[in-house]
């Protein structure tokens, strides 16, 4: 330690240049100068120059070579005069835009010498300026005195140098084993912390870039800034913002887009303006993010209880250097030491904090690890179950599936048959034309056959009764012999058969043919003036083999007029539910007297139009649905349950209405009504 200790430089005067116009020879007739008794004094953030003005006498100072030294390593330029009255005996030139090299004290604070030889006392004018704050602190004292000093701020710095060091390579390591980004966010954190701390020492200009005057100058707010970036992203990794409070997001982002403006603008213009932004990011950010912890902490998210620590730390030791910054607290030796003190402690503390959460996730893990593999058996369990089932009912579905397959063949089958009578009726149409004519010359010649052969047989008489006079009795004998052969009264009885069994079967014909052709009406496509009896009788001539003569039908058909329709679609209505009638009476033989009873009357401008039959009925379920199209009652391969649909859909185009009458044990009633005039054109 030095023998004697360094004079402080405590009473002194300024003067403030915001033009930075005047010069040493101006500054010495100035009579504005200010006395400012404080020892430590804070300039505050501005573009302007300050002059600095204290008197120093020779008999203060020994014999050895005496130093001033400025405390402020941030200073970029500054300037010293030695002034003896009106002449100026010495300049010297130092800050940060002086090559480290060619300062006369390799030392990162400002140092002048201060050479007094030959006089007993001198004035001392000192110009500093910066961007940033221009806190001014200064002493006097020898080599050994300075030497002193510095090896004791460059002792703490290594200390400082070797914690960050270690953390930088442990956290590298914790990166590259787990390769969880928030231990990379944290190891480029530390770094920049070192080289903005290092900047504000002025570290980086004496071992980094010694005679860089762009970067000495910009190097604090630029890694400061930078500083800022890499902190906010690490906080925003390790509290996992965007799962806890993602709201808050947008925070985050502004803080970091505040950063950048900060370093574009210290990039390309270098202003104070920059340096007070700077500052504001920082207090905001130390805030925002120090909420952020106390609401993830809230959420249940155990590994910010370190951090917020860690971030308090942070935040009251950058609050105190803004404070300090800004000039709202005095400025001390020791508040030289609370930003680095306060980095050192939250980069201990963040790692930690980063081991805490490490632990905290692992446990987590280990936890979700066993409730996965409970839950897994769980599941294998509920899977063995549910396959079981799902066998189960894929088994009944597959059995329902083949079930319904059968019947949609079934009815696939039914509707090609269908489609098939269809053709055979318009086949059968055709036929009936075709053959009307042969059958109405057959029935037309049967007749006149019947007269000729009578006459033949007249002729015949006449030979027989003139042969038993005339004839010899030879010829008399051989023909009684002939006839007895051929049996020739036989014959005679024969022949009146035949003819009347070929016009019982001629008239027959006539009227199958002619029922056919009034039932088909294929080549009416247009509304027609129909005779509905005839349409009746000709579906029951058709039916007529149908029921097989067990049926008896009664026709009380009352007088109606002619009526608008399709007659061969109101022909297909009949067939149906007729065909159905026949099938409910000869289907149940309890029936004693199966009868089918049509009635028809007239309803002033509609006509009704009855189907009853005496059979088993329908119950009211049935009755309710016997009109849904592929619901019937009939086994399989009997019935498509088209029938009855169609019929609805036709007496409906009609604008007519179909009901139905029927009740268990009581028989069944259809009642059709149809307007005698359709007003509208018929659509099918």
Known sequence: MPDQEAIPVSQFEYLVDPGNEFTPEQIIHRKDFRELAKRIHNFGINSSSIWLRFRVKSESLDDQRKFLVINNSSLDEAHFFLANGEKILSHQMGGRVVDFHKKIIPTNKIAFELDLSGIQEADVYLKIKSNSSKIFSAYIADLQQVNYKMNLQNILFGVFTGILAGLIVYNLFLFIAFRDEVYIL??????????????????????????????????????????????TLFAKEFLAISRYTPKLKIGITFLVG???????????????????????????????????????????????????????????????????????????????????LAATLQVILFSFALADRKSILESEKEKEQYDILKVLK??????????????????????????????????????????????????TAGIAHEINNPINFVSSNISPLRRDIGDLLEVVELYRKKGKLEFSPESQKEIDKLEREIEFEYILQEIDQLLRGMEDGAKRTVEIVKGLRLFSRVDEQDVKKVDIHDGINSTLVLLNSAMAGKIKVNKEFGNI?????????????FMNIITNAIHALLDHAKIAEPTLTIRTSLLGEKIKIEIEDNGPGMPSHVKQRIFEPFFTTKAVGKGTGLGLSIVYTIIENHKGTLHVDTAEGRGTNFIITLPIYQTTPYND
């Open 561 to 573: 007029p002619m009526v608008e329709c399709l007659a061969g679609k109101m022909n297909q209505v």
């Open 186 to 231: 944290y190891t480029i954190h530390t770094i920049l912390i070192w080289f903005a701390k290092s900047s504000i020492f002025g570290y980086t200009q004496e071992l980094l870039w010694p005679s860089w005057e762009w970067m000495n100058i910009r190097s604090i707010v630029l890694f400061g800034s930078l500083t800022g970036i890499s902190i």
């Open 258 to 340: 505040i950063f950048v403006f900060v370093v574009l603008d210290n990039i390309f213009f270098s202003q104070a303006a920059g340096y007070r932004i700077y500052l504001l990011a920082i207090g905001l950010l130390s805030i925002f993010v120090w909420f952020i912890g106390f609401r993830v902490l809230r959420k249940g998210y155990l590994p910010a209880r370190y951090f917020i620590i860690a971030w308090t730390v942070f935040a009251m030791g950058a609050l105190a250097h803004i404070s300090i910054e800004l000039g709202l607290i005095p400025f001390s030796s020791f508040s030289v030491y609370i930003l680095p």
């Open 378 to 427: 769980q599941n294998e369990s509920l899977i063995i179950e549910q396959n079981e089932l799902l066998e189960e009912k894929v088994k009944q579905r597959t059995e329902e599936l083949e079930y319904t397959l059968h019947n949609l063949q079934s009815t696939q089958t039914q509707m090609v048959n269908q489609e098939k009578m269809a053709s055979l009726g318009q086949l």
